[in-house]
């Protein structure tokens, strides 16, 4: 008969990437007290990774190896099980439009859930709660536009907007003009009155 260990590792290990764990999740396999210490004996082990207090995840084999899951992976996976809206931060979305060439040392995620910290191998993930607003069409150009102009802040709202316009499709415009509603006056003031001005294409 397989140890509460055993069953637990089998258990993770049929996962795919990036899923987490937690002893609430896994009680089938044995009383609270019995999964606790299975899952610490796991961490020590190698097994799993305790990305914080209470929550581990998987480590990937490779042919070369074992590495940590991908950060994207770990925290869709969050957000899949908790039912929050995440999304990359203000920062980053800067980068992807190339309005920032700042790299943080550690990767910040917008959250509507509670502000936390993750840390998976070396590298540590912030998880940073902001209003709902600014997690609107969270996998979109449009989007990231939205949430690097939230991230700028209304005196830097004209310059950005300038740079980011012809980066963005005809229809990844509308979409981010859609995105105003909900938003902070100066906000939608910007996006109405700028960034699609008559005659623009």
Do not use: C
């Amino acid at each position: 008969m397989a140890t509460t260990s055993q069953a637990i590792k089998a258990y993770a290990e049929a996962l795919p990437e990036g899923a987490t764990l937690s002893a609430k999740e896994l009680l089938h396999f044995g009383e609270r007290a019995a999964v606790d210490q299975a899952l610490s004996r796991l961490v020590k082990r190698g097994a799993l990774m305790r990305v914080r207090r209470g929550l581990f995840a998987v480590p990937v084999k490779t042919r070369f190896g074992e590495r940590a899951p991908s950060v994207g992976a770990v925290v869709e996976n969050i957000a899949k099980t908790t039912g929050e809206r995440v999304s990359i931060s203000g920062a980053s979305a800067a980068n992807i439009l190339g309005l920032s060439t700042q790299n943080p040392a550690r990767q910040i995620f917008w959250t509507s859930g509670p502000s936390r910290h993750l840390k998976l191998g070396a590298q540590e993930i912030e998880l940073k709660h902001v209003p709902s607003w600014q997690l609107r069409a969270p996998n979109s150009r449009a989007g990231h536009a939205f949430r690097a102009l939230a991230y700028f802040g209304q005196s830097e709202a004209r310059e950005t907007l300038n740079r980011i316009k012809p980066q963005l499709s005809e229809e990844e415009r509308r979409e981010l003009l859609g995105l105003r509603v909900g938003a902070p006056t100066w906000m939608a003031k910007e996006l109405s009155a700028l960034a699609f001005p008559a005659g623009s294409p």
